[in-house]
């Protein structure tokens, strides 16, 4: 399986900032996920990355305040602009593993609290 | 399009007995089926998966079957541990399409007792 490095693993900002989370996958893969989770809730998701194209946002999240880079197969930023409280979460970055090890790696996470 | 129900928590079990979480998808095609765990503070880590029906996922003592005629995939453990004590999402994928993200539950918090 694929191995993820997330950073930061926390951070605390204050309103109106950005912050910058980083991912760098171990491997080359197609897709890599961006995923919030807000205090004692499930995973939601923000947007899926592919490597040379736009990222595809879902229903709820824009490329103004999610804006989202994939620069290569190995490495993606997701950046939370202009932060409010409601910001506050857990961001998690996730990839698509293949062939006989199917399945969905996570990295870390980084949890965000905006004061 | 994609859906997860899952058995509302929180759930508090003593030690040894025996765990059951229920969930029920919703989906079209042959979605694989996925439970992922998280311990307090930690990220997320895939505990088993199944990617056809009357497969059965195990690992660590937890399994699952792949039910399709009742859409399930429900999650059991026989004897549970204090250090099992985590949240557990239940989560769906298509494997093929342009549309391979991860659909998840809304997580079961487990609560073991000494």
């Known amino acids: 399986s694929a191995v993820i490095s997330q950073k930061p693993s926390r951070d605390i900002c204050q309103r109106g900032t950005s912050l910058t989370i980083q991912c760098q996958v171990d491997s080359q893969v197609t897709m890599m996920f961006w995923y919030r989770q807000q205090p004692g809730q499930s995973l939601t998701l923000i947007a899926t990355a592919n490597q040379g194209s736009e990222a595809t946002y879902e229903s709820g999240f824009v490329i103004d305040k999610f804006p989202i880079s994939r620069p290569n197969l190995t490495f993606s930023t997701l950046t939370v602009s202009n932060m409010s409280p409601e910001d506050s979460s857990i961001y998690l970055c996730s990839v698509e593993d293949g062939g006989e090890n199917y399945g969905y790696t996570f990295g870390s996470g980084t949890r965000l609290t905006v004061v | ?114």
């Open chain 2, 1 to 114: 399009g994609n859906s997860v129900t899952q058995m509302e928590g929180p759930v508090t079990l003593s030690e040894e007995a025996f765990l059951t979480i229920n969930c029920t998808y919703t989906a079209t095609g042959y979605p694989s089926l996925f439970w992922y765990v998280q311990y307090p503070g930690e990220g997320l880590q895939l505990l088993l998966k199944a990617t056809k029906a009357d497969d059965k996922g195990s690992n660590k003592g937890f399994e699952a079957t792949y039910r399709k005629e009742t859409t399930s995939f429900h999650l059991e453990k026989g004897s549970v541990q204090v250090s099992d004590s985590a949240v557990y999402f239940c989560a769906l994928a298509q494997p093929t399409g342009s549309a391979r993200q991860l659909t998840f539950g809304s997580g079961t918090q487990l609560t073991v007792l000494p």
